[in-house]
């Protein structure tokens, strides 16, 4: 068996309190221990963005973080965007616009995207591409998601 | 036309809510108790022979059920295939390509499957890999298919899989005042869809129960069936949405592996590739083509003359077909007294060609559309005026036999030329591009569709096509919305489990809109009928002077909404209306392709780059699309295919390309090493058009779309290229360094 540690981190506003194996990553810890699937894996390398979460507020690729070092954090994922049971303003966005085609890297889109909109509230599109960068998205509806994130901020206060 | 909910109502695609929600369930995403979980075992090699597999260490791993190796399936080994039954459940004595599975560990947790993997002990002896052409051609070549598992033929003694021989007229008496030839070549690339394929099986009673992300589940289920011997009513195929396919998720692969895996446990059993895996599981035929083209000094083409060598792996699956339909259409949209195609499938160690987005069309399109402009430049003829002078009218044939153009395709082309202002100055430095693209949508096809009326008046329609993206699913409720004059948001849709769902052939080649469409449709017209029947009794009124159209019952003196027909009809015993629709594209043994061309996906291109001549970087500084798509049933997701191919056939165009050894074993497997475009290489301004004249087969004049704007985007940005820059390049991808290099070399 592996070696375990116990942790404990809010995950989408509810404490969690559990204990993971210390090589598991955060991904898997999402995933495997909590059953959070929302937040994907692809490359497991960093690059593709699928199993992007906000720790402590800042995008993080949770394949690239272990378990055990969100210890204490807030961690927020996809499945905690919606509030009060409504799709938030961006998600809503996303289906008004078409953004989300086959879907599996969309959790990873809207969670850069939170990020991006908590540090810079009225971003133009330059901003948008180059925040989303590093979430790769192959039916490429890379317009259609910047779109979105625009109109999710339009009629918010400047 | 129902604005917000029926059919050219730009709808919020369903299953939306749960991909942004993070509900959506792909195959990793199911729970299952009690699953296995499952992990290849492969050999750094592309070609070798096995000498002895030791599994006793991997085995004393905690938690480790068993390690399948090729001594644990049936003997002698079961093969399969689309069309070739070549491929073994597992390597069969030898590994015939990179990252070919030789075992699978079957574990209680996943770090005890990949630990076990790594201890799983191959003995092998490395032999010399084929994964040229040229090298598979040489005439002393090691044969990569022993000739026992060939079919009889010709070139069973050789690596040529198939050779197949088109055209009409004779090229050889045909006078042309200018003749030019090239050789073009294409990369293998592979599909990189970002969920990585997904599999588990699980005993079910006496059968199987089997998950894939595949795009082909009836397919499936007839291989499982096969492969395990059961009747097909005993192998029932769950096809979650694919996390994109591209083609890469159509036919059977591992999931053969992965029941023989749960039958032995008796168990669920998961496998889910990684990335780098999944490379090694699909890739998109290379191919080099050596096109020859005649001319009159006037631009008339006289004759065009093709050798196609497609580069298709260790075992055949679609790589044979896609060598066969590509080449057949080589010569493309252009009005040609003489042809002449040869095509040949080479079977060389390398992964398996499997189907991707454009089905060998891309890379025939590169060498056809490339060869074109260096003809124009020789006879000094504007580009664009010379794919007019020589493109077919409408109505016209293209290829002798076969459908002739169903679309006015030089609408199509001059609207690309006015969008992208052809003809209008550039600053030095950038250029201007423009190709065309044309591919045949299914040549044989059958789709059924049950839809059932319920008694609220909401529906629930059945269809067996996949949605990976696509938003299939979003179309046939479209349809079944206007058609039976209800709410959009009381249409459910039931996919993806072939015990429940009628048959599809499978979910490929832009078919869907028009084959499942069409059965969809004709699944409401059945209702509608049955509405008329219903509408006769209660109002006394013959058949014949009732008229049931999209959601209304028109009687000789009122109309009445077809749901108020349908509540009355029933009573009140309640109950249901279920209405059968087929819909069928007939094969014809005749035709090279063994049927006519459903319709054609026709598509012209044009942009304009800059080349920055210190480090050869092309970026794309406007990109249009133009697609003649008949009828948008629903112009947000048509948007949404139409510029997502353009921004694959930009990557194709620009970067990607698998990268082998000298050992025949890829280099670049995984997201660091393999670059897809992302947000920053987009165009600077991607626009994306269609042209629509409702003169498609599919429901209300619809054609497929799915495919069109990556079909020519590669000759459309080498055009650009050379029109900035003056350098002529005939192999992709156009990175920065060979076109760098190539402007170093310009005299």
Redesign the interface.
């Known amino acids: 068996?592996?070696e375990t540690m116990h942790m404990e981190m809010t995950v989408n506003g509810r404490v969690r309190s559990l204990d993971v194996?210390v090589?598991h990553t955060l991904l898997d810890v999402l995933r495997?221990d909590i059953?959070?699937?929302?937040?994907?894996?692809?490359?497991?390398?960093g690059?593709?963005g699928?199993c992007t979460v906000l720790v402590d507020g800042i995008p993080m690729n949770s394949c690239l973080m272990l378990g055990i070092e969100a210890d204490g954090a807030e961690v927020l994922?996809?499945?905690g965007?919606?509030e009060g049971g409504h799709?938030n303003r961006m998600?809503e966005a996303?289906?008004?616009?078409?953004a989300?085609?086959?879907?599996?890297?969309?959790?990873g889109q809207?969670m850069s995207a939170t990020a991006l909109l908590q540090r810079n509230p009225h971003p133009t599109v330059a901003d948008?591409?180059?925040a989303?960068?590093?979430?790769?998205?192959?039916?490429?509806?890379?317009?259609?998601?910047?779109a979105a994130i625009l109109a999710s901020v339009q009629g918010a206060a400047p | 036309m129902n604005d917000t909910n029926g059919v050219g109502a730009r709808a919020h695609r369903l299953g939306g809510a749960d991909r942004v929600t993070g509900h959506q369930r792909y195959v990793a995403d199911i729970p299952m108790a009690e699953t296995l979980h499952a992990k290849l075992v492969t050999v750094d090699c592309a070609h070798a022979r096995i000498l002895s597999i030791d599994t006793s260490a991997a085995e004393r791993v905690p938690g480790v059920a068993f390690v399948m190796t090729a001594a644990d399936l049936p003997q002698p080994m079961p093969r399969f295939g689309p069309e070739y039954q070549d491929r073994p459940v597992l390597a069969d004595g030898e590994v015939k390509y990179h990252g070919e599975p030789v075992a699978a560990v079957a574990a209680e947790t996943k770090d005890a499957a990949e630990e076990a993997a790594t201890l799983v002990k191959v003995e092998y002896e490395p032999l010399p890999a084929i994964f040229t052409i040229a090298a598979a051609l040489y005439p002393s070549a090691e044969l990569v298919q022993d000739p026992s598992i060939r079919r009889p033929g010709p070139h069973i003694e050789t690596n040529v899989l198939r050779e197949y021989r088109f055209g009409w007229g004779d090229v050889e008496e045909m006078h042309a005042d200018v003749v030019v030839e090239h050789t073009y070549t294409w990369p293998m690339q592979t599909h990189f869809a970002i969920e990585p394929h997904g599999f588990m099986a699980a005993p079910d009673g006496d059968g199987i129960a089997a998950w894939s992300s595949i795009q082909h589940p009836y397919q499936l289920q007839k291989t499982l069936a096969k492969v395990l011997g059961m009747p097909m009513s005993k192998v029932r195929v769950f096809a979650p949405d694919p996390g994109g396919a591209f083609g890469g998720k159509q036919h059977p692969k591992l999931e053969p592996l992965v029941a023989f895996m749960a039958l032995r446990a008796d168990r669920p059993v998961r496998l889910i590739l990684t990335l780098e895996e999944a490379f090694q599981a699909v890739r998109r035929a290379g191919t080099e083509i050596r096109a020859r083209m005649g001319f009159k000094s006037d631009g008339t083409l006289v004759f065009q003359d093709y050798v196609n060598h497609f580069l298709t792996g260790a075992y055949a699956d679609t790589g044979d077909r896609i060598t066969a339909k590509a080449s057949f259409l080589t010569a493309g949209p252009y009005r040609t007294p003489a042809v002449r195609i040869v095509a040949r499938s080479v079977l060389s160690h390398t992964t398996p060609t499997h189907p991707y987005r454009g089905f060998g069309i891309p890379q025939v399109t590169w060498a056809r559309e490339s060869c074109l402009d260096e003809g124009a430049i020789a006879l000094g003829i504007d580009r664009l005026e010379i794919r007019l002078r020589n493109l077919v009218k409408y109505g016209e044939e293209h290829v002798p036999g076969d459908t002739p153009a169903d679309g006015n395709w030089e609408q199509t082309v001059r609207k690309a030329a006015e969008e992208i202002r052809w003809g209008t100055p550039l600053p030095p430095g950038q250029g201007r591009g423009i190709a065309i693209g044309v591919k045949s949508g299914p040549t044989t096809g059958l789709s059924y569709s049950t839809v059932r009326f319920l008694a609220d008046g909401s529906v629930l329609v059945f269809s067996g096509t996949s949605d990976m993206g696509q938003g299939a699913r979003t179309i046939f409720a479209q349809i079944a919305a206007e058609e039976l004059g209800v709410p959009l948001d009381r249409v459910a849709m039931v996919m993806g489990d072939t015990s429940v769902v009628p048959y599809d052939q499978q979910t490929s080649a832009s078919r869907s809109s028009v084959l499942m469409g069409n059965a969809v449709l004709n699944a409401c017209r059945d209702i509608q009928r049955k509405i008329k029947a219903m509408a006769s009794h209660l109002h006394d009124i013959d058949e014949s002077e009732i008229v049931v159209d999209r959601g209304v019952v028109h009687l000789p003196d009122r109309d009445l909404p077809i749901v108020d027909v349908l509540k009355a009809g029933l009573g009140r015993m309640g109950g249901e209306l279920v209405g059968n629709g087929e819909s069928r594209k007939q094969a014809d043994p005749d035709h090279p392709l063994g049927g006519t061309a459903l319709f054609f996906e026709f598509n012209c291109t044009a942009c304009d780059v800059a080349v920055d001549p210190d480090t050869g970087e092309t970026t794309v500084l406007r990109h249009v699309t133009v697609g003649d798509v008949g009828f948008a049933l629903n112009p947000m997701q048509v948007t949404g295919q139409d510029e997502g191919a353009a921004v694959m056939g930009l990557g194709h165009a620009l970067m990607e390309h698998l990268i082998l050894d000298d050992e025949g074993r890829t280099r670049n497997l995984g997201a660091i090493d393999y670059r897809i475009p992302t947000s920053l290489d987009l165009p600077l301004e991607l626009h994306s058009f269609i042209v629509e004249n409702a003169d498609g087969p599919g429901p209300y004049g619809v054609k497929g779309i799915s495919e069109g704007s990556l079909l020519c985007t590669a000759p459309a940005v080498a055009a650009a290229v050379r029109d900035a820059t003056g350098v002529v390049i005939r192999d992709l991808p156009l990175s920065p360094e060979r076109v760098w290099r190539a402007m170093q070399e310009q005299p």
């Open positions: 068996m592996n194996a090589n495997d059953g959070l699937t929302g937040t994907k894996e692809c490359c497991v390398v690059e593709c699928a994922t996809v499945e965007l919606a799709l998600q996303f289906l008004d616009t078409g989300a085609q086959c879907g599996f890297c969309i959790p809207l948008i591409n180059e989303l960068a590093g979430n790769l998205c192959r039916c490429a509806g890379y317009q259609q998601i910047s």
